[in-house]
């Protein structure tokens, strides 16, 4: 099977030489940042950097944040904007449940299991699938090699996406 590698869409340095390059995945934006001296010969590990689905213009400063303490300790990590957020098109169900749970919240009802699994459950099914085309591409760099781990964000799609996914370890 042959990977596509992702679509780099603008590329810069920061501070302390950290790379960082706007990517696309077909209609997925994402970030991939690296350290200065990852290259073909000396590839580094990549962590999988997540957020809450709030985009990731509004998550950018910790995730870059995040992103300049790995490279410090020589990891290269990425990010994807995830399903429903950003400018991505909303997921009916997630914005249903979303309204459920202000409804709770607002009436001072307790936020049952019901509804955290009307929010999480639609978010990690079509979420995970996507991560895992990220790995793929990401993982054709030159540059990036395993092994692969997944820090902060949905805790339960990290949790799902190290279940389906063997890479992440």
């Known amino acids: 099977m042959r990977v596509t590698p992702p679509h780099l869409t603008s590329e810069q340095r920061l501070d302390g030489g950290v ?3 706007a990517f696309t995945l077909g209609e997925i934006p994402g970030i991939l940042w690296t350290p200065a001296f990852a290259s073909a010969s000396a590839p580094v ?3 999988l950097l997540g957020h809450p689905p709030l985009g990731l213009r509004r ?3 910790r995730l870059v ?3 300049r303490r790995s490279a410090a300790d020589g990891f290269a ?3 994807i904007e995830l399903p429903g957020s950003g400018e991505r098109p909303r997921l009916p169900a997630v914005e249903e449940a979303r309204a459920g ?3 709770a919240r607002e009436a001072g009802e307790p936020v049952t299991d019901e509804i955290i699994d009307a929010l999480v459950l639609p978010l990690a099914d079509q979420a995970v699938p996507e991560w895992r085309a990220a ?3 990401l993982l054709s760099l030159p540059e990036i090699g395993g092994p692969v781990g997944y820090s902060g964000g949905v805790l339960s799609l990290g949790v ?3 279940l389906a996914e063997p890479r992440v370890v």
């Open 19 to 21: 790379r960082e390059r």
């Open 45 to 47: 590990p990549l962590i």
């Open 59 to 61: 998550m950018y400063p």
């Open 65 to 67: 944040d995040r992103a």
């Open 77 to 79: 990590t990425a990010t």
């Open 101 to 103: 749970l202000r409804g």
């Open 135 to 137: 790995l793929d591409a």
């Open 160 to 162: 799902r996406l190290a």
